[in-house]
């Protein structure tokens, strides 16, 4: 007979609680992404299209919900909602900020809010760290560029470094001098830091590097000539939007999933409403890990990762499960006060989730 279901705790995990469990965890984040993308591209998810929420007052603004549900052995569901306001850098204050609501698999109950910008932007550079293992063609590149220098480019850099790559020389590049230098600076800082340029232009970034990480706010692209490419770099398209469909169209192409990447006017998407059909696509990153992708070394290799869901999820339990263990999580006593169908008593009993 099965249990009798039961309300459980909730909790209110903070953005210093997320850094503390994930901080020094990297290759086992990267590990729980691999899985989830298993697990996605095995049926095990339940990853419906994002909603965006946007303003006709504040056109460069949105605030995104992406449910999820994700399988396997901790079987949870969950919300994340995210904002992405990029006038909010020049108020000095980071452009995107994030909740995550998790819900008990058996009830529904939410059982765990979690302070959610650190979390994607390491299930976003976790993702970018495996797909830059995976989808290297022989030895893993030493000339790293990065085009966008914020939060996630930042990350990005962090989790390529503790999972043991290692460079020759890193290239930066921002339409801002200012947040160019600054990051410049903080890559030469680093422990046995390679050499650090900060490019003038796009293009002479991208001529100078075997990976380049775009990672910026553009709402369209800006990167146009398959000439830059002539040296078959691999491209991690994480921002979605810089590169134009001629990129494309001359590139291998990965994507994390095929349905949610075709949206919204990613650059896949315009490679699509340009030619009508998805013969451009190669596989998703799922393909690669099952060996059913085989890359081409005469042409660049761009991986576009939508960003699902379910890599958040998985994450946010993670996290509260490591603080649950450790007997840290921050429990909201009486959260949930109607507990009675017809309202004889205002509790219920509890147990740890």
């Keep these: 007979m099965s249990p009798q279901p039961v309300v459980p705790p909730f909790a209110v995990i903070s953005g210093a609680q997320v850094a503390d469990v994930l ?7 990267v590990d729980l992404v691999e899985d989830v993308y298993r697990l996605h591209g095995r049926g095990d998810t339940v990853n419906p299209p994002s909603y965006f929420l946007r303003f006709p007052d504040r056109p460069s603004s949105r605030i995104i919900a992406l449910p ?3 399988g396997g052995d901790r079987p949870t569901d969950g919300l994340k909602w995210i904002s992405s306001f990029p006038d909010n850098v020049a108020a000095g204050i980071p452009r995107a900020s994030a909740v995550l609501i998790l819900n008990d698999h058996a009830t529904g109950y939410p059982f765990a809010c979690l302070e959610s910008s650190i979390i994607s932007a390491s299930r976003t550079a976790a993702s970018a760290a495996l797909a830059a293992d995976r989808l290297s063609r022989g030895e893993r590149p030493r000339r790293i560029g990065f085009i966008g220098t914020g939060l996630i480019a930042r990350y990005i850099h962090h989790y390529l470094e503790a999972t043991d790559w290692t460079f020759d020389e890193l290239g930066v590049h921002d339409l801002s ?7 410049a600076g903080y890559l030469g800082g680093r422990p046995g830091s390679a050499p650090v340029v900060v490019h003038g232009s796009a293009e002479e970034l991208i001529r100078e590097s075997d990976l380049v990480v775009f990672a910026t706010v553009a709402g369209s692209p800006h990167v146009h000539d398959p000439a830059w490419f002539a040296h078959n770099p691999l ?13 494309l169209l001359a590139s291998a192409n990965i994507v994390d999933d095929i349905e949610h990447c075709l949206k919204a006017d990613t650059s896949p998407h315009l490679v699509e409403q340009l030619t009508g059909n998805r013969e451009f696509i190669d596989g998703t990153l799922f393909d690669v890990l099952e060996g059913r992708v085989e890359l081409p070394a005469d042409r660049p290799v761009v991986f576009s990762p939508f960003g699902l869901g379910v890599l958040d999820i998985a994450l946010g339990r993670h996290v509260h499960d490591q603080l649950r263990d450790a007997g840290q999580l921050g ?3 009486g959260f949930f006060h109607e507990l009675d169908r017809y309202g004889n008593n ?3 009993a509890r147990s740890q989730h």
């Design 23 to 29: 901080t020094g965890s990297e290759k086992q984040i």
């Design 68 to 70: 999820a549900a994700v």
């Design 177 to 183: 001098q200012e947040h160019a230098e600054s990051f």
């Design 235 to 247: 491209v991690l398209n994480v921002s979605l939007r810089d590169l134009s469909p001629e990129i």
């Design 331 to 333: 429990v909201v006593d």
């Design 346 to 348: 205002g509790s219920a």
